[in-house]
């Protein structure tokens, strides 16, 4: 039986960027609320993993000490400071600098590495932290609605210490911010499977992007065609993810598990149900791993409460109820059936040419 964690305060799921903003934190105390009604932390190996603050240090493991001083001034006296000292006009109205930033923003990756650390003492198999899962922050400034980058924290955190990691980001969005930290190293594979088109954020995650010096090979990226489906999606994870994550034969996996990849969310084009969610969570757990499973994007409130309530379940190796799942999900048929396919294919041709197992 594998022991399962879930991280929780509720206060990584209390916090408010902006009245208006699409990322909605409250998401994630639903997800707690839906498996406690279920009754998932009652089973015996279920584990709640009590968040904690991550330290000045251990946000330096990414992040410069002068953006952690920055993010601490606009934390505590956003209104009074110049909006150019905290980024471009962009970053400005999607990452926007709130009261008690740095504090939501370090519990949150502290919750990670409390995760992590129920993992590496082998304490659980795996931990959950939905509120997790920030991936386009930067070393120096914020971007995408994330300030600190939580799952390279907890990458950098598990190659410090000796560990090789594989770490697949399924959002939609490409997870330039881990990709960039780990960019000449080959301890760390990073795989990104992303939509990928001219006007979508953040813009980056071609094949072509493949690392440098040691590191050439080891970040790995999907690009996939809008309106990618269940189908087409199992296609290039297939193809990409499992023997990937086999050949480079990782001490830890650390995923990001961003449910934007949702046919209704509201701000990307691609076309997965929970049925295709859950089968790449069914693909992370086959991999028999420590495991490190963190949130992401996801801005369909009630996509996000099942898909991850669902990922957790699978964890815990519980079966899924039926009401947390689509009654229907959207397959294209036709030529369009051809058209997405084949662009799966392609895409996952060049992620692997591309790879250190070319
Ligand atoms: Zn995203």
Not at 50 to 79: N, P, T, W
Not at 234 to 249: G, K, N, Q, S
Request: aromatic residues 10%; charged residues 20%.
């Amino acid at each position: 039986m594998t022991l399962a964690g879930f991280g929780w305060d509720p206060r990584v799921a209390e916090y408010v960027m902006r009245p208006d903003h699409p990322l909605k934190p409250y998401r994630y105390r639903l997800v707690y609320e839906t498996l406690q009604q279920i009754g998932a932390f009652a089973r015996t190996n279920a584990r709640i993993v009590k968040g904690r603050m991550a330290s000045d240090d251990e946000l330096a493991l990414v992040h410069s000490r002068e953006y952690i001083q920055r993010v601490r001034r606009f934390s505590d006296a956003a209104s009074a400071l110049p909006p150019d000292a905290w980024g471009d006009r962009i970053t400005w109205s999607d990452t926007p600098p709130w009261p008690g930033m740095h504090q939501d923003m370090a519990l949150v990756a502290g919750t990670s590495l409390a995760c992590m650390e129920e993992v590496v003492s082998k304490r659980a198999r795996v931990a959950f932290n939905g509120s997790g899962g920030l991936h386009h922050a930067k070393s120096d400034r914020a971007s995408g609605f994330c300030v600190y980058n939580d799952p390279a924290i907890v990458v950098a955190a598990l190659v410090r210490d000796g560990k090789r990691v594989a770490y697949v980001d399924i959002d939609a969005h490409h997870g330039d911010g881990v990709q960039a930290a780990f960019y000449d190293t080959d301890r760390a594979l990073t795989i990104s499977l992303h939509e990928f088109a001219p006007w979508f954020f953040p813009g980056t995650g071609r094949p072509s992007e493949r690392g440098e010096g040691s590191g050439a090979g080891y970040s790995v990226n999907v690009a996939l065609a809008p309106e990618t489906d269940d189908t087409a999606y199992a296609i290039a994870f297939d193809a990409v993810v499992p023997p990937l994550v086999r050949a480079f034969a990782p001490d830890v996996l650390v995923t990001q598990g961003g449910f934007d990849t949702y046919f209704n969310c509201p701000i990307t084009q691609l076309a997965l149900s929970t049925h295709g969610y859950e089968r790449c969570y069914r693909a992370f757990a086959g991999f028999d791993l420590p495991w490190v499973a963190l949130g992401g994007g996801g801005y369909d409130v009630d996509a996000v409460r099942r898909g991850w309530s669902i990922a957790y379940l699978v964890m815990l190796g519980v079966e899924i109820p039926a009401e947390l799942h689509d009654r229907a999900a959207p397959r294209a048929e036709g030529e369009d059936r051809e058209l997405l396919d084949g662009a799966a294919h392609r895409a996952a041709a060049a992620a692997l040419a591309a790879s250190f197992l070319r």
